[in-house]
């Protein structure tokens, strides 16, 4: 790299240099803690069973803002199909290459500089600032924040405003921020038949014909009508399973797979009630398990929001739009706890892709934005 880049795109592109793919961190927190504690932070790194996670803090008054985000990134496949390797964090045309360029290392570094110039600039700032990092984002999400937070609550450390620094924009830096997201509920089910000879059908009891009715009714099933936040709950079916292989045996079960996105206008309960109630009313012999990956949750208008569409107009020009939609991220923890969350990032158009990139100016773009969101939060 003969040109001189930004302070942002050269921490983004030395983070993208370690390989840290789910759960591993590769130093990346390392790096970053040693520049929050040169600014005066108090780093503590909590590691469980396999995530290595960040807790640091300058203050302790309020108003409490806290910066969250995860090192890790997922697996980059074929490396041969990438244009430049995935974790040389090559610069060509504008864009820094790599994995975790925009999901999420570029978040992290502007987080890491804008936090840095902020302190430079007002020295004496009221309020706390804090980092939550995590090497465990893109895998289970056991060991990562939700473990975080729970000893935050044990200790009564209660954050006020969280920016999670996930890619949150669709087509131009800023032009989307999340101030929510969906819950998600993933459903386990077995339907329980009658294995036997596909000549002898009234000896077997066969869980796919018995199933149709059922699962028809529950993937055309309108389950509320969202609200000005949220879309309307949705429902599918994302793996099916049944049969020995052999074409003349009639199977003795049906596994199969399903997930609610919901709004704030269901609860996980009654979802769950409804499935049983079509489950049953159509006379099937079931087992069902349930997975609740995420409540919903939702920063609705007020100083955080507001301050973080003011500071993305001032940079950019553009008048950004608040949305709820899309997967589910480490928010969701965070939100739990009564503090007010949105997510705010670079384009996602190439996140968990081959190539994955990121414009350089956005991230120069991003940090400036989050250096306005601190200096119009805590001073």
């Known amino acids: 790299m003969s040109e001189t880049h930004s302070e942002v795109v ?40 396999d995530t290595l996670n960040t807790w640091a803090r300058k203050g302790s008054e309020g108003p409490h803002f806290c910066f969250a985000g995860h090192t ?16 040389s964090g090559e610069i060509h045309d504008g864009m820094l290459h790599g994995r975790g360029a925009a ?6 570094a502007a987080m890491v500089v804008a936090t840095e110039r902020f302190i430079a600039r007002f020295p004496n700032h009221k309020g706390s600032i804090s980092f939550l990092i995590t090497s465990d984002e893109e895998g289970p999400f056991i060991n990562g924040t939700t473990k975080v937070v729970d000893l935050l609550e044990a200790r009564d450390e209660k954050i006020d405003m969280c920016l999670v620094g996930e890619p949150s924009s669709r087509d131009s830096l800023g032009d989307v921020v999340k101030n929510g997201r969906r819950g998600s509920l993933t459903g386990h089910l077995t339907i329980k038949g009658i294995q036997g000879h596909v000549a002898y059908p009234h000896l077997a009891r066969n869980p796919i014909h018995q199933s149709t009715p059922a699962l028809t009714e529950l993937s055309t099933t309108q389950w509320d009508q969202g609200n000005a936040f949220f879309p309307a709950t949705s429902f599918q ?39 049983c109630e079509i489950l049953d009313k159509h006379g099937l012999d079931y087992d069902l398990h349930w997975t609740l990956n995420g409540l919903p949750f939702l920063t609705e208008p007020g100083p955080l929001l507001n301050v973080t569409l003011d500071a993305i ?58 250096e306005l969101i601190l200096e119009k939060l805590l001073t």
């Open 10 to 49: 050269a921490l983004a592109r030395a983070l993208i240099q370690r390989p840290s793919v789910t759960p591993e961190d590769a130093g990346c927190q390392a790096m970053i803690n040693a520049r929050l504690s040169a600014l005066g932070f108090n780093v503590e790194e909590h590691f469980f069973v």
């Open 237 to 275: 079916i994302s793996n099916i399973h049944g049969g020995t292989g052999a074409g003349n045996v009639i199977p003795g079960s049906l596994d199969v797979q399903f997930n609610f996105r919901f709004s704030t206008e269901v609860t996980a309960e009654q979802l769950k009630v409804r499935v």
């Open 313 to 370: 107009k001032t940079v950019t020009g553009i008048d950004a739009n608040p949305e709820t939609t899309g997967g589910t991220s480490d928010g969701r923890f965070i939100a739990q706890t009564g503090c007010k969350v949105i997510e705010l990032g670079p384009v996602n158009a190439t996140i968990h892709q081959v190539n994955e990139c990121v414009s350089t100016e956005s991230l120069d773009q991003l940090a400036e934005i989050y």
């Open 103 to 108: 999901d999420m290392k570029g978040s992290l």
């Open 72 to 87: 890790d990134v997922v697996p980059v496949g074929n490396e041969r199909d990438w244009r430049y390797p995935p974790f």
